[in-house]
């Protein structure tokens, strides 16, 4: 059990997002300044309250140079969390357990990405290093090449379909039609459309593919008892608890060499975020799930346990599943690797959503499920 | 990438993985296994993660094989590749070295790439695959599969 100190329990005190853009017209250390001062604006806070900065490692502006742009005076804690789209709860977690031990008070955690201006990280890529070596010269190169194969795998295992898929992508475009921040809010969707659309990399299709965005967010972590003196915008969302995970023999998207092929990090994490935060399935009102690729979404059903191994696109379909992807998520909001996700989970708990679910307690919001990653749970009440 | 002179992304060997290329080059497939406790490794690293005895030893493995997954390639791809769409990527997993799963593309008998989405040679999990060897568009030798 981990410990609790309500006075040191994490709050999300303030978001704030850019408007998502194919061309965002700024560089991602501009962008990201202004997420990271809307932000603070949204929390009552200013740069001087500022005392940690944490990032994701494929994040191209460094801590320093986000706090030499913004004018943060001193930082007294920061870092950054590996394996790309996995790396967002994780760099939110490394923010929280600084707080909950009492080294910081406040804390900015943010994701600036020119994915669709500054091209595709992919594109270029000449050497193959490291566990490259034996996979991008056999043309394995996109991420989707290499998520084809596992979810090849998964359909077999599981007995998914392509409809299945289908249906997510549908489910998460109808909420981005109700988004007026999402890339693909007058674009609708339906599954002649999706079985119509061409093949990237089989089984998955064009629409099984998140966005590629220029975006830019940030949210503000405060300790409790500093939270309780704030004049923020808006009502807190508590961070009730969270996980990272990686199973064993694990690799970042090409994880099909070690025993249990098939499994995602995922299916580490969930264990340890249900004993983390004392909460079971039941207890989740709305997710918001890693999306870089449609099958993703089943198999976080399954691997958090809402239903049986298995079943997760039967969930989907089911009158128990619950809202998930409310802001059109990586598919159809915009893909600034899961950023959006956490951002859109404190809203939620807020209530403040595009898609507002009524009553939120508690939302998971997950990084992504095929490198290693982890999860988070925020929630409306206080420890 | 220099549009002019398309190339495919080439392999980087370091200490831990140059004995595999050095093998490839060679026209030989080898893979890791623990003189100490028989265990198969891939991919390639300096001791065995299971009983942590040093140097596993390079063995030479015959590449029979079976699909155990495999996708096809469709637009956009490196430039390289734009004439070639669609072939195929198999994850195979050897024979000789039960638990060694390997990435290789789809070739015929001579070892040239195929233009296929895999239909015509049969390919579904389960189905045997035999090595070959293709050279890619820089030169570079790669173990690839053809159906047996």
Not at chain 1, 15 to 21: A, E, I, K, Q, T
Not at chain 1, 213 to 231: K, P, Q
Request: aromatic share 8%.
């Amino acid at each position: 059990m981990t410990i609790r100190n309500k006075n040191r329990q994490p709050v999300v005190a303030g978001v704030h997002g850019l408007p998502y853009s194919k061309d965002i017209g700024m560089t991602e250390r501009h962008s990201g300044a202004l997420a990271i001062l809307g932000a603070l604006d949204d929390a009552g806070l200013t740069v001087n309250d500022v005392e940690g900065l944490t990032r994701y490692v494929w994040q191209p502006t460094t801590e320093m140079e986000m706090a030499r742009v913004t004018g943060i005076p001193n930082l007294k804690w920061f870092g950054a969390q590996d394996y790309g789209g996995g790396a967002g709860p994780p760099t939110v977690a490394l923010a929280c357990a600084a707080i909950e031990l009492g080294l910081i008070d406040v804390a900015v955690v943010w994701r600036s990405r020119n994915r669709s201006s500054g091209g595709r990280p992919w594109a270029g890529q000449m050497l193959a290093e490291g566990q490259d070596q034996f996979e991008r010269p056999f043309g394995i190169v996109r991420p989707a090449d290499g998520i084809a194969l596992i979810v090849r795998l998964w359909m077999k295992q599981f007995g998914w379909t392509r409809e299945d898929f289908g249906q997510v992508a549908i489910t998460v475009r109808g909420h981005a039609n109700r988004n007026p921040m999402a890339m693909m809010r007058a674009k609708t969707l339906d599954m002649e459309q999706y079985l119509a659309s061409r093949m990237i990399a089989e089984p998955l299709c064009l629409f099984d593919n998140c966005l590629e965005t220029d975006g830019a967010l940030a949210i503000v972590l405060v300790a409790a008892e500093r939270a309780r003196d704030l004049n923020a915008k808006h009502p807190p969302a508590y961070v009730t608890g969270y996980a990272l995970g990686s199973g064993p023999e694990v690799y970042a998207m090409t994880n099909y060499y070690g025993e249990r092929l098939g499994d995602s990090p995922n299916a580490y994490v969930a264990p340890e975020l249900w004993k983390n935060t004392g909460l079971k399935p039941e207890d989740i009102d709305v997710v918001q799930i890693y999306d870089a690729f449609t099958p993703q979404v089943p198999l976080f059903f399954q691997e958090f346990g809402f239903c049986g191994e298995g079943e997760g696109a039967q969930y989907l379909k089911s009158d128990e599943c619950i809202p998930y992807n409310t802001s059109g998520g990586g598919l159809s909001e915009a893909y600034v690797h899961g950023f959006n996700l956490i951002v859109e989970g404190a809203r939620q708990v807020r209530g403040d959503s595009p898609s507002q679910v009524e009553d939120v307690k508690h939302t998971v919001v997950t990084g992504g499920n095929v490198v290693p990653t982890g999860a988070l749970v925020l929630s409306k009440e206080p420890w | 990438m220099n549009a002019a002179t398309p190339l495919p992304p080439k392999p980087v060997a370091d200490r831990d993985t140059q004995p595999f290329w050095d093998a490839v080059a060679e026209r030989r497939l080898v893979v890791q296994r623990c003189s100490k406790c028989g265990r198969w490794i891939w991919q390639p690293r300096p001791l065995c993660p299971t009983c942590h005895a040093a140097d596993p030893v390079w063995t030479d493995v015959s590449g029979d094989a079976r699909v155990v997954s495999w996708t096809v390639l469709h637009p956009p791809v490196l430039t390289v590749w734009h004439d070639k769409l669609p072939f195929v990527i198999l994850l195979v997993e050897l024979d000789d070295a039960p638990g060694v799963r390997m990435i290789g593309q789809l070739v015929d008998a001579a070892g040239d790439l195929l233009q296929t989405d895999g239909t015509a040679q049969g390919i579904d999990f389960g189905a045997g695959v035999s090595l070959r060897w293709r050279v890619d568009e820089a030169g570079q030798t790669l173990p690839a599969w053809t159906v047996s």
